[in-house]
């Protein structure tokens, strides 16, 4: 689109209906009461697009039909984005490969705005583990893979990306600028990220991110609980994902 129609307020009832879809993607299915005042739909008005969803598959409603969520047609459009995604096949080998040498969760998260999202994932082989789901969006400054991401970019580009004031995941999430941008400093001479519990307690994680564009959108991390950290863990996963991406790196000429 040209900078001029980018400039055009957006079309009232298509910009509703993915309001929608939004919402019930992040809060998962409510009554109509609630979604209407959520999103300052008139009743009337947003009954009429839950009907129109209901019939193409975009929305289901429970058995009283009082209660509405996501339909299959979503989940379809949602594969579909991951199935056409180059960047998600040629980074599939380099997740299975970490899977099996760690046993611990893996994921790979694309930044979005000031979250990041979890787009692919290996669960972990113990009972013990992270709790996370494909499509799960976290503020980026809470979590290796954001900070790997934003790291990726200069201060003043960090500054009016995220939402500021910032949230606090945890006690040990950073939410200053002065300690924010410090940490990226680190990180960008470390060449990885690290989340010391600052997204959930408890959980450590190691990012970095992939070399496939500049500035990067998507960053692969491995989670692990503090109870299983050894002398060693942190320095072996950071040298295999350093390893991982200086080999991306050099693959990145097979993608179109």
């Known amino acids: 689109m040209n900078q001029q129609g980018a400039d055009r307020p957006p079309v009232k009832s298509a910009d509703r209906t993915l309001e929608l879809l939004e919402a019930l993607a992040a809060g998962g299915p409510r009554g109509l009461v609630e979604l209407s005042r959520e999103l300052d739909i008139p009743k009337s008005s947003l009954h009429g697009l839950l009907r129109t969803m209901s019939k193409r598959g975009w929305v289901e409603s429970d058995t009283t039909g009082t209660r509405f969520g996501l339909g299959v047609r979503a989940l379809q459009v ?3 984005y991951l199935d056409n995604d180059d960047e998600i096949g040629l980074l599939n080998a380099t997740l299975d490969a970490l899977s099996a040498r760690f046993g611990e969760t ?5 930044l979005d705005g000031p979250n990041v999202v979890y787009i692919s994932k290996r669960e972990s082989a113990h009972p013990l583990r992270l709790f996370s789901a494909i499509g799960r969006r976290l503020p980026a400054h809470a979590t290796a893979l954001g900070k790997a991401l934003l790291a990726a970019r200069d201060d003043a580009e960090v500054d009016r990306l995220l939402d500021w ?16 941008h410090a940490e990226l400093a680190r990180i960008r001479e470390a060449g990885h990220a690290e989340d010391r519990e600052e997204n959930t307690e408890g959980i450590m994680c190691l990012a970095v991110a992939v070399p496939l564009r500049s500035p990067a959108v998507d960053a692969i991390s491995v989670s692990i609980p503090l109870a299983r950290l050894r002398d060693n863990t942190v320095a072996e996963i950071a040298a295999d994902l350093h390893r991982h991406a200086t080999q991306l790196r050099a693959a990145a000429h097979l993608l179109p």
């Open 165 to 180: 004031p910032l949230a606090a995941l945890t006690p040990y999430t950073l939410t200053t600028p002065d300690a924010l």
């Open 106 to 110: 893996v994921h790979l998260g694309r």
């Open 78 to 80: 949602g594969a579909a």
